[in-house]
């Protein structure tokens, strides 16, 4: 996915020509106007989520990957079901437990699951992590972090098997700096920014 936070319409529009598809947003509103302006692309909110601004991306994102509360699942899913569709989401964890990190402590991932099976407006896809920052050239923190995703993933993803609404097929991880690690251990959607751009 390309991260288009930093660019305008028409680079996002040149991407699309030269083959990408999918984009990220951090902010909604920017996330509504470009998503307004290309309605044909699929639009990804990564931002972090504040609820009251939820009502502008419930239906309009074909992901919203940052949902780390059982409040803003809820509202999500009354949002969804208002607009008789069924919105898919990733649950963000914040794996490395930096205290200044969006996302649910990998400990409490299975009561935001349970919570989010009995919601028929939400449809749960996967899992979403951020890694912490390197603090050198061989501090392999990222990959360890996206290994413990997966792994978190591939024990809970059993207990998921036959749920109606929950699937973990998805692993949102890894950026820039970082997205060849992730994709060893598994990523299925990297968040690409600065590399696509500059
Ligand atoms: C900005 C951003 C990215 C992209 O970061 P780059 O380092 O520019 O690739 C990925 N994920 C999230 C959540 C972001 O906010």
New binding site residues.
């Given amino acids: 996915m390309a991260?288009s936070?930093t660019v305008g319409i028409a680079e996002v529009q040149r991407a699309a020509q030269a083959g990408i598809h999918d984009f990220?947003e951090?902010r909604s509103p920017l996330f509504v106007q470009k998503q307004v302006a290309l309605p044909e692309e699929r639009w990804h909110f990564?931002?972090h989520i504040q609820t009251n601004k939820l009502k502008d991306l419930v239906g309009r994102a074909s992901l919203i990957h940052s949902v780390a509360t059982r409040h803003a699942l809820e509202v999500i899913s009354r949002l969804a079901v208002e607009r008789q569709m069924r919105q898919p989401v990733l649950l963000e964890v914040n794996v490395s437990g930096e205290e200044s990190k969006d996302g649910v402590s990998a400990q409490d991932v299975p009561s935001l699951l349970q919570a989010a099976g009995q919601l028929p407006g939400v449809e749960v896809r996967g899992l979403m992590t951020?890694a912490p920052v390197l603090l050198s050239e061989r501090d392999d923190a990222a990959r360890q972090c996206f290994a413990s995703l997966r792994r978190l993933r591939d024990n809970l993803a059993p207990d998921y098997a036959n749920a109606d609404n929950i699937s973990l097929n998805e692993l949102s991880m890894g950026?820039?700096?970082d997205f060849e690690d992730a994709v060893k251990e598994g990523a299925t959607l990297v968040?690409?920014?600065?590399?696509l751009w500059s």
């Fill in positions: 991260v936070k990220g951090n990564i931002g951020m950026m820039s700096d968040r690409i920014g600065r590399r």
